[in-house]
């Protein structure tokens, strides 16, 4: 690209159109991952003597409805600073060691003919 590249009055007219016609970006998230992002604030409620089901009533007052089900699921011991357990490195397994079939005599190839040759 030129160094001192430069754009046409027409060009920032068409981008300005693109931007502004641009439809609100939808970012929400779902009831679960809402009450995942929340996991802290609700420890620290429960810390303060609240249960689930208030925090739900509260938030429900308020118009959001994340349902205490939830709200326990992200309070379980165990659930905050997770970290999955690494799965201990295993050497390679070796494929069993297959033993060879015994090979025919050259010239032979282990088939036994239903007639003699002499009689071909």
Known sequence: MAKNAKIRPEQIERAQKL???LPEK???KTREEAAGLLEKDFRKALGKGYTP???????????II???YLVEKFLKPGIDNYTPKPVPKQAPKSA????AAPRPASGQFGITPDTPLEDL
């Open 19 to 21: 931007l502004q016609g």
């Open 26 to 28: 939808d970012d929400r």
């Open 53 to 63: 089901k208030e925090l739900t009533a509260i938030l429900k007052n308020a118009g």
């Open 66 to 68: 994340i349902p205490a």
């Open 96 to 99: 069993p060691e297959k033993k």
